[in-house]
T-cell receptor
Framework: GESVGLHLPTLSVQEGDNSIINCAYSNSASDYFIWYKQESGKGPQFIIDIRSNMDKRQGQRVTVLLNKTVKHLSLQIAATQPGDSAVYFC????????????FGTGTQLKVEL | GAVVSQHPSRVICKSGTSVKIECRSLDFQATTMFWYRQFPKQSLMLMAT?????????EQGVEKDKFLINHASLTLSTLTVTSAHPEDSSFYIC?????????FGSGTRLTVV
């Protein structure tokens, strides 16, 4: 989750389809993970979080899966809508939250009508 | 919910001048605030952690004399970019810690000409 590149990976989906966005995090000791949505020119917006004692958490139209064995997070968005178009970042931290966050590279989600 | 107000949203300054960015927690007290920088199509990179009443902790590679952080009250942290140069042009974002959660400001687009 620490790599920074010049090109954001892009995921294009049709409206109404499900989207799966993946993230590899870097620190095996991280115990709190958050998914953020960032629209152009705005700050990150909280979507859903998960602690390391869980492997799945569901919200409204979103599900986060955590695989600690391979240090992998995924965000599933059901029935993707045009308003879901944005850049999505995973973030990790230690100590259960409140400490500094490390952001992943990010994925640009484009929803096609 | 918790709200963080960040000002200005956009600023253009001449090379060599200084620019101050404010980050305010509007309805909660934030003992800790974080400052990030984000270049186009890249992730958020933590610059420093600001604790009320004490010196900020800077990440490796961030010049503390160039990026001055002041956190004089529980609701206000400021980032001053001193002697700004075109390479400092970026999107600066603050985040305030509330318990184990984080609330982000809307960001400041700095353009140095």
């Amino acid at each position: 989750g620490e790599s920074v590149g010049l090109h954001l990976p892009t995921l294009s989906v049709q409206e109404g389809d499900n989207s799966i966005i993946n993230c590899a995090y870097s620190n095996s000791a991280s115990d709190y993970f958050i998914w953020y949505k960032q629209e152009s020119g705005k700050g990150p917006q909280f979507i859903i979080d998960i602690r390391s004692n869980m492997d799945k958490r569901q919200g409204q139209r979103v599900t986060v899966l955590l695989n600690k064995t391979v240090k992998h997070l995924s965000l599933q968005i059901a029935a993707t809508q045009p308003g879901d178009s944005a850049v999505y970042f995973c973030a990790e931290t230690l100590g259960g939250g409140g400490n500094k966050l490390t952001f992943g590279t990010g994925t640009q989600l484009k929803v096609e009508l | 919910g918790a709200v963080v107000s960040q000002h200005p949203s956009r600023v253009i300054c001449k090379s060599g001048t200084s620019v101050k960015i404010e980050c305010r927690s509007l309805d909660f007290q934030a003992t800790t605030m974080f400052w990030y920088r984000q270049f186009p199509k890249q992730s958020l990179m933590l610059m420093a952690t600001s604790n009320e009443g004490s010196k900020a902790t800077y990440e490796q590679g961030v010049e503390k004399d160039k990026f001055l952080i002041n956190h004089a009250s529980l609701t206000l942290s400021t980032l001053t970019v001193t002697s700004a140069h075109p390479e400092d042009s970026s999107f600066y974002i603050c985040s305030a810690r509330e318990g184990t959660g984080y609330t982000f400001g809307s960001g400041t687009r700095l353009t140095v000409v």
